[in-house]
């Protein structure tokens, strides 16, 4: 398998997934900095231009956070990263939805990346604000989903390391103090090995 990745962005989710896994592959950067997500050489294999973007032993290609981990988890059952109980299953759904459709796709994005929503550079502060408080206010919904729990769903899963990427976003780029509930989540993470190496191999 290879993963296609950007430093810094979600693909690092799926990179821990892996690492989690414990299975063969490869990195493949991306350079963001410069717009390769753009030309031919990515767009051939994702016109989306958007990672992550697994391609797998066969060659065929697999986008989408949510579809990359629940594919990853279904082929490695062994690893249990997907809950069997259905209550526990549907909730780990409703956490990743929630991380990668709405705290990324739409707080995260408007905090950082104003100009999608407009060209109009007078209106980027207030669109900033805006996702900064949509950003925080879902962390604080996580925070008391979270309660006393190790993990989101009680057992470690494919919910879990969704919620890292966006704490370690506050943390590291916004240095933002994380609510109590989440913080102790975010440390538990950065316990695990699979996180340290993904860490270490993106180089930060």
């Not at 962005?9 to 950067?29: F, M």
Request: charged share 25%.
């Amino acid at each position: 398998m290879k993963l296609m990745y950007a430093p810094g962005t979600c693909a690092i989710g799926i990179h821990i997934l892996l690492e989690e896994i414990g299975e063969p592959y490869e990195l493949v950067k991306v350079d963001f900095a410069n717009r390769a997500q753009y030309q031919p050489e990515f767009t051939g294999t994702n016109p989306k231009s958007k990672v992550p973007v697994l391609i797998r032993d066969d060659g065929s290609v697999l986008t989408e956070y949510q579809a990359i981990s629940t594919w990853l988890g279904l082929t490695n059952p062994d690893k249990k990263l997907i809950p069997a109980d259905a209550e526990r299953h549907a909730r780990m759904l409703e956490a990743m939805d929630y991380v990668v459709g709405f705290m990324h796709g739409q707080a995260w994005t408007r905090a950082m990346r104003p100009m999608v929503y407009t060209d109009n550079e007078a209106e980027h502060p207030g669109i900033k604000a805006r996702g900064l408080e949509m950003f925080n206010r879902a962390m604080s919904l996580m925070n008391a989903s979270l309660g006393s729990k190790d993990w989101v769903v009680g057992d470690f899963s494919l919910a879990d390391p969704a919620l890292f990427f966006v704490s370690w976003w506050a943390d590291t780029r916004l240095k933002s103090e994380l609510p109590a509930n989440v913080a102790a989540h975010y440390a538990r993470m950065r316990a695990r090995p699979s996180v340290q190496a993904a860490l270490a191999r993106e180089g930060f």
